[in-house]
């Protein structure tokens, strides 16, 4: 008797909006035929889709959970193989983690947080806005930079718009990060490095930055602007050190076990790197950009299922 082995099913999760993927993801199709394995796109909140069939799930494109985290965590926890887990992405969701990077000593942007139940007046909001540069106010909960905008601590009227934004979002019951604008954003650009397996593959850099005045509900990701990029053996050893971070507290202190990782870097007042996000998400991993970056990435889906 002879046993046809079939061939392993892959889901590749995206959104609504892309049911075909984001361009950048959708040569996987292709790249995991060739590996023998049976891969197609699957909108993560279609109902009609039965998640359990597929011996592995790998998120991708889901860029409309911003708004919907709790339904999107759900929806996680309820997809058997999902690559990156779903304690991964309870964890990665919510930017409080940067508090873990920072009091294990990674360096990260400095972040004061506006809590929602403290039901803040504006004069509170105020006297927290920094007193010098521009200056950011996000959510705890984004993706592409939506909800996010960008202010000068010196000008009255962009101070109120700040405040207002701010406001807004904490009555939402959204918690609010403040930063100081890095300049670094808007010359050398965001510096992403990708970790395949917990192994770099490779980086690019993304030149779409925020503007003053602001338009807070919309999002960067249509502006990205990336190009291949060498990074330095210090912003490795950060984004290294970053995913540590993140494999001690979700996976067991094994980065190996996250299928995908993106560590984005700026550059500090002091010239070193400094992360602004560590993306064990959804993240654009800018394949495109690195020759062997869409091998590396269908080898290591195909090896885990
Ligand atoms: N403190 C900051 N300084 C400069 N630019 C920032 C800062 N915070 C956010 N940005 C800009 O906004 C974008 C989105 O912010 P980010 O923290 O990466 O959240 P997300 O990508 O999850 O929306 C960044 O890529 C960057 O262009
Ligand atoms: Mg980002």
Partial sequence: MTTEKTAPRVALA????????????APLVQALADRGVDARAAVWDDPEIDWASFDAVVVRSTWDYAVRRDEFVTWAQG????????????????????????????????????????????????????????????????????????????????????????????????????????????????VRLVLIDGELSHATRNKAHLTVPHHPTRGLYPDEQLSAFEPSAEQVEVARRALQVAADAVAGGDPASFLYARVDLVTGDEGTPVVIEVELTEPSLGMAHAPGALDRFADAIAARV
């Fill in 79 to 190: 997809v058997p193989r999902l690559l990156n887990a779903a304690s991964v992405l309870r964890w990665n969701t919510d930017k409080g983690y940067l508090r873990e990077l920072e009091a294990a000593d990674v360096p990260v942007i400095p972040t004061l947080w506006l809590d929602p139940e403290r039901n803040l007046s504006s004069r509170a909001i105020h006297t927290r806005l920094p007193a010098h540069g521009d200056f950011v106010i996000k959510p705890v909960v984004s993706a592409g930079a939506r909800d996010t905008g960008r202010y000068q601590s010196g000008e009255a009227y962009s101070r109120g718009r700040a405040i207002q934004h701010a406001k807004n979002l904490l009555v939402s019951g959204r918690e609010v990060m403040v930063q100081p604008y890095v300049t670094s954003v808007d010359t050398t650009g965001e």
């Fill in 14 to 25: 995206t959104c609504s909006v892309l049911p075909d993927l984001d361009p950048d993801d």
